[in-house]
DNA sequence: TATAAGTAAATGAACGTTTATTTATATTTG
DNA sequence: CAAATATAAATAAACGTTCATTTACTTATA
């Protein structure tokens, strides 16, 4: 049996991140990305069902899998609040900003309804995608920490801010200077720290 | 002359913006459009040069340009810090939370490049899309009452967090139970304004 | 060790459909 | 009539997807 070429596995993905970072989720063809990652088109429906799961499985896993394992890294939910909060601004701004095809397509997640239908059902799949997060927020908030809000508000207002700094960060990067540095957004995750704790 | 039938322009654009809310942008096409306002194909290319045109214009000036008169309501630049973020919150709460498919095209301009390019140059032509909310930063600023950050920083804490919740209600009007309720709201719009003031 | 059978991977060309846009024509009003 | 609006029908190009076939490798047999 001729043995699976993992690589152009790997390719089409990359591509199909790069195209819809440089051209847009609406300008993603089948075959634009066969061209691009060198293949033919019915390759990619050997891989994936079709485009709907193409793009779902890319959006799942390579994106949000890759985002949260990276948000979580030397974190765990028995920092403090201060703490815990900073480790998590730090990881997710290190890997969006050094990743920015995945950024791109997370913010489809935002307004696309097939992205944002995978994730409701990827979310109540897993229980939850970032449970140690949810964890850590409990947690402060039975020691009398930080004020009570439902799980969904105060993960709006922890993570927001940061998403939108990071996509002023890109804005800026062709620019001539950078606005959002390491100082600015320890600044703006302070002010968030400030305001949540009691 | 002929004279032009302006309510189909009307029907035009809300259907775009109806499909657009329901299925996505990327399955929004000309024919359907048409179909949906129950109008020839060839009579959008009347009234817009193509869909760029189309989509521009609708994002530009029916979306962000209501959305602008909605959220400076009542407004001015000489309320003091936390009168005047409550009442833009209130705003922009009640305005979108009332207008979803608007609120949903509103969501492209992050993703789109075609929308997020033609947010950039209209903002950069009208100087500035929000210039009484520049003014009353700057003005807080300069008394000392908030602390100093870029002003695309400022705005991002100020109001990423606003749009995630209103993403957050809509997600949460099909079930059973709404969470974000005025009370949720205003607490989190409080807790911005904590940390924000020195 | 040589070779033929077996099999999943991969392909290029094509399918029917839908796309954005245009041509040629009809309708409506000053 | 003159002039603009609106249309039905048509266009080429691009779309997602499939067909029939070839390729590349493993394994079983002699």
Redesign the interface.
């Known amino acids: 049996m001729r043995p699976k070429n993992l690589e152009k596995e790997a390719t089409l993905r990359t591509m199909a991140l790069q195209i819809i970072a440089?051209?847009?989720?609406?300008n993603l063809s089948m075959q634009k990305l066969a061209k691009a990652a060198n293949v033919s088109p019915r390759t990619i429906y050997i891989k994936y069902e079709n485009k709907e799961d193409l793009l779902i499985k890319l959006f799942i896993e390579e994106v949000l899998g890759n985002y949260e394992k990276a948000v979580l890294q030397n974190f765990n939910s028995d920092m403090d609040f201060a703490e815990g909060v900073q480790c998590l601004w730090q990881n997710a701004f290190a890997y969006l900003t050094n990743n920015r095809p995945h950024f791109?397509l997370m913010?489809?997640g935002?307004?696309?309804?097939?992205l944002n239908k995978a994730f409701?059902q990827a979310n109540i799949q897993q229980g939850d995608f970032f449970a140690p997060i949810h964890q850590f927020l409990e947690k402060q908030k039975a020691q009398g920490c930080i004020?009570h809000?439902?799980f969904?508000?105060q993960r709006?207002?922890l993570?927001?801010?940061l998403?939108?700094?990071v996509?002023?960060y890109f804005?800026?990067a062709t620019r001539d200077r950078q606005?959002?540095t390491p100082d600015?957004l320890m600044?703006?995750c302070n002010?968030?720290?400030?305001?949540?704790l009691k």
């Open positions: 440089e051209e847009g989720l609406e791109a913010q489809y935002n307004s696309s309804p097939l409701q004020h809000l439902p969904d508000a709006a207002m993570f927001s801010p998403i939108s700094l996509s002023e804005d800026y606005i959002i600015v600044a703006c002010i968030l720290i400030k305001g949540m």
